[in-house]
């Protein structure tokens, strides 16, 4: 994709040409390490400008007198709430996203009231990585025909000056691996189908056996000696085999019981036999986006050599339609024993979600899972693009993960379970129905079908739907694939799971 550019960190040190890149308040108000004739240049400019320093506003100046510099680049860091972790990243987005063509950016992290520290300092370059992603690996011709500062490209070497630049190395190296899973999800999502089948999907997690991730793939006949048919019946339809991948990452010794993540991965999603409408439906390319967030994370948790015993698993199929697809009405065995009829062979997510949750608990025992799936349309009608879905059994992991989000901006909101929204998934010919009864309370009854391969481990479902694809571009994020839950989990594992 995209170039990864280069961030190093010095001291707070005015460079002598390139691009400068300043934190201010009110009236250009900036750190003390920027020299005396330069100061003189921001404040006439701003108050020219009227520059307020509001956060992440920000005012430009091209060839400032009496220096070398291309330009300035002044960015308002006045706000009347604590600065978190993720305005950290979009000041680092906004740092990228107004000095693209620069030969190179220097960063004097500082404000009015002296450096960043080596963590926030490590955001803002987490913010920059992040932001300078774009997918275009299948654009020949590079951006020709667009607006000017459109088409220049993201700078390709930053170096961001604090008081302790040996700390923002150190913390640095943490974000770094978070932002690269991040990154490998979003590549993910963005793959079309084509290219990015359950094989070829299974093949890239493989890959981050040079991590030191423990990658396991299990082929069809291992899926169906491990009685997998509620999946396996979604994969009968497409030419293309399913895959179950199980990774893991053993960072917390020996007798600490793992953490699990679980992603529902339809690497295409044509509905089945009930299928979907044509408008649209290329966004079903997407539908792995949970499996995709479970890799991302893995990778970042490999990367940073988080102390905590991690698995992965994801269920990889393609949802198509031919002669051999499953039919409405069709009854499946899955892998707990529990029959179902598959009334609609557009909710296959939860088909995937049922074998692959009961073959994590059976086989692992970890002390929680949390599954990530692209589950329902109905949680983009309740929640939008801003939030993913929650539903938990447990109210200390629902309420970790809620932090977590509120800290990284990867938000979640609690959505009820209850036996009233069971009872509607009752079957009538077998066990359980994969619907519900009409429209009403559509991610509630997923999330209740789901609940029924789940025994009395802690567990969390992430309906992300509307948050791993097609969310609104941010000052860190500008794809059409987020990488959504790769940060969330991240977050939730660093603040909760990790050996000190
Ligand atoms: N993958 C879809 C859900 C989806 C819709 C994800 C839009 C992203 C954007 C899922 O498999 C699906 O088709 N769900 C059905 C369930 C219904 C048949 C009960 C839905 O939401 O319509
Ligand atoms: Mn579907
Ligand atoms: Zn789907």
């Given at each position: ?191 079309p189908a084509n290219?990015l089948g359950p094989v070829?999907f ?18 069809e006949?291992?899926l169906r000696?491990?009685?997998m048919l509620a999946l396996l019946g979604v994969a009968q339809g497409s030419p293309r085999p399913p895959r179950l ?18 992603g529902k991965g339809v690497v295409f999603d044509t509905g089945g036999v009930s299928i979907k409408p044509a408008a649209g439906m290329e966004d079903m390319k997407g539908d792995m986006g949970g499996a ?22 994801v269920g990889l199929v393609e949802n198509a339609v031919d002669g051999n697809a499953q039919r409405p009405g069709d009854i499946v065995t899955a892998?707990?024993?529990?029959t179902i009829e598959v009334l609609n062979t557009d909710a296959e997510g939860r088909l995937v979600l049922a074998d692959a ?16 799936a692209t589950l329902t349309g109905a ?46 998934i009752?079957g009538?010919f077998a066990?359980i129905k994969n619907i519900g009864?009409g429209r009403?309370?559509g991610s509630?009854t997923a999330?209740?079908f789901l ?12 309906d992300?739907a ?35």
């Open positions: 994709m995209s170039e990864r550019p280069s961030i190093r960190f010095s001291n707070l040190q005015a460079p002598s040409e390139g691009v400068l890149v300043l934190l201010a308040g009110e009236g250009g108000s900036a750190g003390a390490s920027l020299p005396p004739h330069l100061k003189e240049v921001v404040e006439r400019a701003a108050a020219k400008a009227k520059f307020k320093g509001k956060s992440l506003a920000t005012l430009e100046i091209l060839a400032p007198a009496g220096s070398e510099l291309d330009r300035i680049v002044v960015i308002g860091t006045k706000s009347d709430k604590p600065q978190g972790d993720e305005d950290w990243l979009k000041l680092g987005g906004t740092v990228a996203a107004k000095t693209k063509g620069a030969p190179t950016v220097t960063v004097l992290a500082e404000g009015p009231e002296g450096s960043l520290g080596g963590a926030e300092a490590a955001a803002v370059a987490s913010g920059i990585l992040l932001r300078s992603y774009s997918f275009d690996r299948y654009k020949s011709k590079k951006k020709n025909g667009e607006a000017e500062e459109e088409q220049a490209e993201v700078a390709q070497s930053f170096t961001l000056g604090v008081a302790d630049p040996a700390a923002g190395e150190t913390a640095f190296a943490l974000h770094s691996a978070v932002a690269d899973g991040v990154v490998l999800a979003r590549d993910l999502v963005n793959e290219v070829e299974a093949e890239r997690i493989a890959e981050l056996s040079k991590h030191g991730v423990d990658v396991e793939i299990l082929e006949p291992k000696e491990l009685k991948v199980v990774m893991r990452w053993d960072g917390g010794g020996d007798d600490e019981a793992p953490v699990a993540f679980v995709a967030a479970v890799v991302g994370l893995m990778r970042a948790l490999a990367g940073r050599k988080a102390k905590v015993n991690a698995i992965g698993i892998m707990s024993g529990t949750l009961w073959y994590c608990q059976d086989r692992f025992k970890p002390k929680f899972m949390v599954n990530l949680i983009i009608v309740a929640l939008g693009n801003n939030y993913a879905g929650l539903f938990s059994n447990s109210d200390e992991l629902a309420e970790r993960l809620s932090a977590s989000g509120l800290a990284t901006g990867e938000k979640v909101w609690r959505m009820p379970l209850g036996p009233e929204y069971d009872k509607q009752e009538k066990d009864n009403s309370a509630i999330a209740q609940q029924r391969f789940v025994n009395d481990v802690p567990w969390a479902h992430l992300v509307g948050t791993a694809m097609g969310s609104p571009a941010n000052e860190y994020n500008q794809s059409w694939a987020s990488g959504f839950g790769v940060r969330l989990l991240d977050r939730l594992v660093a603040d909760h799971y990790e050996k000190r």
